[in-house]
């Protein structure tokens, strides 16, 4: 079983940046599509962006143009640069495949507030 592990979170003023890794435990992350989802306890998880073995992105409209997700699939880890950070972006942040393949890991907590 492949496990995800998040970090780079924090508390940011509006405006600002932040990124973020998720790192696979097992090479096998390769070839699968990945995604960055969020959560609060308010909302369902939502999926934010995703991209592909061969590079291909996707964005929800909420966070396009201004977050962009890469990977390094020699380091088994996916990025997540966030810039322009909204007060509406604070959230659980998770990293899986796309469908979610994996338990869930503990997830990056971003929390954007003046």
């Known amino acids: 079983q492949v496990e995800l592990v998040e970090s780079g979170g924090g ?3 509006p405006g600002g940046s932040l990124r973020l890794s998720c790192v696979a435990s097992e090479s096998i992350f390769s070839a699968y599509t990945m995604a960055w ?7 369902q998880r939502e999926l934010v962006a995703t991209i592909t073995n061969t590079r291909s992105t996707n964005y929800a409209d909420s966070v396009k143009g201004r977050f962009t997700i890469s990977r390094d ?13 909204k007060p509406e972006d604070t959230a659980v ?8 393949t994996w338990n ?11």
Do not use: E, H
Not at 73 to 85: E, F, I, P
Not at 104 to 114: C, E, F, K, M, R
């Open 73 to 85: 699939d020699a380091k088994n880890t996916v990025y997540l640069q966030m810039n322009s950070l």
């Open 37 to 43: 989802y969020r959560r609060t306890p308010k909302k």
């Open 11 to 13: 508390l940011v003023q």
């Open 104 to 114: 869930w890991g503990q997830g990056t907590q971003v929390t954007v507030s003046s």
């Open 93 to 100: 942040y998770d990293c899986n495949s796309l469908p979610p």
